[in-house]
């Protein structure tokens, strides 16, 4: 007897502006999950109120054209979201966002998430991605399973006394 095991391949969706709630909602599952141990509940309300304000969320998906959000979705149903943007820097895409809801984790969707992001890079002519991510969040052993290195580390004013305290990381894709 054998055993046929089938992954399901989730779709990525261009956002909009019809879907800032869904992005807010899916931010405030993912964020209260991923940062409860890492962030005092005033600190990821405050981030989650600034980083995911309507306006802010706004102005990403029509003023900048380089920025993009894609829900991240399974059988139509939303299971997170990444955000990134073309030409942070000259040939480098910066990945500010990618959250998965807590029960989707573990699953192999983070990595598709990846995937994506590196050939959207490549297509667009980016060479390098970066990242932050926080000094005690163990999505750090993801990404560096994933290829990504740590080449810095910075402590980050966002305001109202918080700060965030984070590695930097990057992956190249192709020649440096």
């Known amino acids: 007897m054998f055993f046929l095991y089938f992954r399901t391949m989730i779709q990525f969706i261009l956002a909009d502006k019809k879907d800032i709630k869904t992005l807010q909602d899916l931010a405030d599952k993912s964020w209260k999950s991923a940062y409860k141990n890492i962030l005092s509940t005033s600190q990821i ?12 969320l706004l102005s990403h998906i029509q ?4 920025y993009f ?5 399974e059988n139509h149903e ?14 480098c895409t910066k990945l500010h966002r ?9 699953k192999g969707y ?8 590196k ?18 969040n163990r999505a750090k052993e993801f990404y560096q399973k994933l290829g ?29």
């Open 110 to 117: 983070g990595k598709q998430c990846i995937d994506f992001l």
């Open 63 to 66: 003023d900048q054209p380089h």
């Open 45 to 56: 309300e405050y981030m989650l109120s600034t980083m995911y304000s309507e306006g802010e």
């Open 69 to 73: 959000y894609y829900l991240i979705q």
């Open 78 to 91: 939303n299971l997170g979201f990444i955000g990134f943007e073309f030409d942070y820097e000259q040939g």
């Open 119 to 136: 050939k959207k890079s490549m297509d667009y002519g980016n060479h390098r991605i970066i990242l932050n991510v926080n000094k005690y």
């Open 98 to 106: 990618l959250y998965l809801l807590p029960e989707t984790q573990g």
């Open 148 to 176: 990504f290195s740590v080449y810095s580390e910075g402590i980050f004013d966002i305001g109202e006394g918080y700060v965030m305290d984070d590695y930097l990381m990057e992956y190249h894709n192709g020649t440096r």
